[in-house]
């Protein structure tokens, strides 16, 4: 039976990409009004077609091909057309098999439910990985670099190491490390080794965006920490960001409902702490229990050293580009998970990839000044 023609378009809604049995890939895929737009890739553009063609070919056609496309869909869009209704088939022949309610990643291939046992949880995508589908399928999946798209960053494709001075900085990024380590109590003693592993993704060689690192911020980055390296890493840096994470930061709420949380952190401030000298003494003070989310760390060497060593290995991948070892990179492109939620007034596991590509597309016209469409 074929589907009605408001449930053919609120399917194609879940497809964000396609390839063509030739190879040729089609990304951005959405519902426009009367249209499906896509960008070929390479492309940067978007081409469309109109909803009515598409749901006639396929409506009357159940072998669809460009050949056979061309009788329905106007203009040269017959491949992407002929694609689209092969992600649709696997769709609904996958429904077929599992039920109703599954998931679609953002290549179009499906989330298989998890079958569950009583009493255990259901396993689902996580935020970080869903972030990167959702920028993928903005950018060009072939741009993109990260281990939650399957494709690890290594040592190859970029210097980062957990020692400042190994960058080469000009001075006056040297001082600034100098000031940062000081406010965050470390005694300086790192190894030289390399985090390019904990990097959250690169895009590289992208005709607009460039080759930049791509981070996504959870709860755990903004603490007290944090806001101590913004503060000096604003004399630096251009303010792209810095400000919108210094406010995060300053939220009492977000800190306690949110940062706390995610840190393991039991006990809750009743003041907001102005540096991160006064919440490691209110850690101390507050006899919290020392788990791995605030043991001490080489270069930190007290309690809640864990908490000064992220925001440390933050403030490496926000001037990384400042170092003649990353010659080719420019600033980096960060996204906090609570400005996606603060958008939609959402928990971010709740938002559709649709949602996510939208403000990522907003984020980077505003912010950044980097427009894709």
Known sequence: MKLTKNEFIRRLNLISSATSVTGKTYRAIR????????????????????????YDLYVHEDVRNPTIAKKYISGRSQSPAAAILDVLDKHIEQESIQG????????????????????????????????????SALAGKEFIVSKSIGKPIT???????????????????????????????????????????????????????????VEFDEEQHFTPARKDTLKFLKTILPDIYVSEYLNICNDPDYLNDAVLKKNRIKNRLSILPDTHNE????LQESDERISGYIEPKKGFDYPGGRIAQR???DSLRDTAHLSPKNKSFQAPLRFAKKQFEDVYNQNFKDLSIDQLRYVLMNQLNARYELKLF
Do not use: M
């Open 155 to 213: 040592q190859s494709d970029v210097f980062l190491s957990d020692n400042y001075l190994d960058y080469d900085f000009d001075h006056h990024v040297i001082d600034c490390y100098k000031s940062i380590l000081q406010a965050l109590n470390s005694d300086g003693s790192f190894s030289s080794a390399s985090l390019s592993r904990y990097v959250d993704g690169l895009v590289i060689g992208h005709p607009v965006l460039g080759t930049r690192i």
């Open 279 to 282: 919440f490691i003494q209110w």
């Open 100 to 135: 109703p309610g599954e998931e679609a990643t953002a290549d179009g291939t499906d989330i298989p439910k998890p079958k569950t046992l009583a009493g255990t949880k259901k396993k689902r995508t996580k935020d970080e990985a869903r972030f990167f589908q959702a920028f």
């Open 311 to 313: 925001a440390y290995y």
């Open 31 to 54: 519902v426009e009004g009367r249209y499906v737009t896509f960008i070929r890739r390479g492309k940067f553009s978007p081409e469309e077609i109109h909803i009515d063609e598409l």
